[in-house]
């Protein structure tokens, strides 16, 4: 079982939880007075973003080859389906969605890691320790609830079922990743708040400046996938609108409202 895309990815789900408990562990404990830790949390949280990015590339693959053994794979996509559409339907169910999402959060995490280099030393431990619980916390997920490596009990079908033709529109390639990046952006704010609250290092002028630009990247990108979507929901959904009361349009837009006081209320 192992040896198959499935079997493998879902070790690799496993990998990322365990690898991401034992960075928060290395990150706590250096936070807790052993700084020389400091470097093995920050190499470690590498690693937890690495093995995110496999995970990914493993399942793009499993699509771009039409590995039907795989039941997401198989309920999101189909033989006619060109290469582009076959990438974008990695986001195109919840299962999918969250590897995207936590692969999203993988590489705000590297960037992020790798800018706190020689900065931040007391607040850095606790910010690498939020955020692999965020990670630890989308594993978890994709463990249970919604493995994207979930094996078709019975067999791989000739062919798959195809994705929504609402879905087969280039608004889909752009727009999701464009809210995600707003979405998983706010993560990195979220940790050095944290962090400077377990710390008592509340100085608005350390926290509040250090996260000032990565919440505005975090802001543009939502402002940019709000938009996009309002230009395929007026497009494609045939109703001649740019916005409806449903649960996904607020789930776009509370978000947005929440970062744009955030980000007004720390001029």
Same mark, same amino acid.
């Given at each position: 079982?192992?040896?198959?895309?499935?079997?493998?990815?879902?070790?690799?789900?496993?990998?990322?939880?365990?690898?991401? $408990?034992?960075?928060?562990?290395?990150?706590?404990?250096?936070?807790?007075?052993?700084?020389?830790? /400091? &470097?093995?949390? =920050?190499?470690?949280? %590498? $690693?937890?973003?690495?093995?995110?990015?496999?995970?990914? @590339? +493993?399942?793009?693959?499993?699509?771009?080859?039409?590995?039907?053994?795989?039941?997401?794979?198989? =309920?999101?996509?189909?033989?006619?389906?060109?290469?582009?559409?076959?990438?974008?339907?990695?986001?195109?169910? &919840?299962?999918?969605?969250? /590897?995207?999402?936590?692969?999203?959060?993988?590489?705000?995490?590297?960037?992020?890691?790798?800018?706190?280099?020689?900065?931040?030393?007391?607040? &850095?431990?606790?910010?690498?320790?939020?955020?692999?619980?965020? @990670?630890?916390?989308?594993? !978890?997920?994709? #463990?249970?609830?919604?493995?994207?490596?979930? &094996?078709? @009990? !019975?067999? $791989?079908? $000739?062919? *798959?079922?195809?994705?929504?033709?609402?879905?087969?529109?280039?608004?889909?390639?752009?727009?999701?990743?464009?809210?995600? #990046? *707003?979405?998983?952006?706010?993560?990195?704010?979220?940790?050095?708040?944290?962090?400077?609250?377990?710390?008592?290092?509340?100085?608005?002028?350390?926290?509040?400046?250090?996260?000032?630009?990565?919440? /505005?990247?975090?802001? +543009?990108?939502?402002?940019?996938?709000?938009?996009?979507?309002?230009?395929?929901?007026?497009?494609? +959904? *045939?109703?001649?609108?740019?916005?409806?009361?449903?649960?996904? %349009?607020?789930?776009?837009?509370?978000?947005?409202?929440?970062?744009?006081?955030?980000?007004?209320?720390?001029?």
């Amino acid at each position: 079982m192992w040896l198959s895309l499935a079997g493998f990815g879902t070790l690799l789900v496993y990998g990322i939880l365990v690898l991401s $408990a034992f960075t928060f562990s290395l990150a706590v404990t250096a936070g807790s007075g052993r700084p020389r830790l /400091l &470097q093995s949390a =920050r190499l470690s949280a %590498y $690693a937890t973003s690495a093995l995110v990015f496999c995970g990914v @590339l +493993l399942l793009a693959y499993g699509f771009l080859t039409h590995d039907f053994r795989v039941r997401y794979i198989s =309920r999101y996509s189909d033989r006619s389906m060109t290469d582009g559409y076959l990438l974008t339907a990695l986001w195109g169910g &919840q299962d999918g969605s969250l /590897l995207w999402w936590t692969f999203l959060l993988g590489g705000y995490t590297a960037a992020c890691v790798r800018w706190m280099r020689g900065k931040y030393r007391e607040l &850095q431990p606790f910010v690498i320790a939020t955020l692999m619980v965020v @990670l630890a916390f989308f594993a !978890t997920l994709m #463990m249970f609830p919604a493995n994207p490596f979930e &094996q078709n @009990l !019975t067999g $791989a079908p $000739a062919d *798959g079922n195809g994705l929504n033709p609402l879905l087969q529109n280039y608004w889909m390639i752009i727009h999701p990743p464009c809210l995600y #990046m *707003g979405f998983v952006g706010c993560t990195v704010p979220f940790s050095f708040a944290v962090a400077a609250l377990v710390t008592g290092r509340l100085d608005a002028s350390e926290w509040i400046v250090a996260v000032r630009k990565w919440m /505005l990247f975090a802001f +543009l990108f939502l402002s940019v996938g709000n938009v996009l979507g309002m230009i395929w929901a007026y497009e494609e +959904l *045939g109703w001649g609108g740019f916005w409806a009361w449903d649960p996904v %349009y607020n789930a776009a837009c509370l978000p947005w409202f929440t970062a744009a006081a955030y980000v007004h209320s720390t001029i």
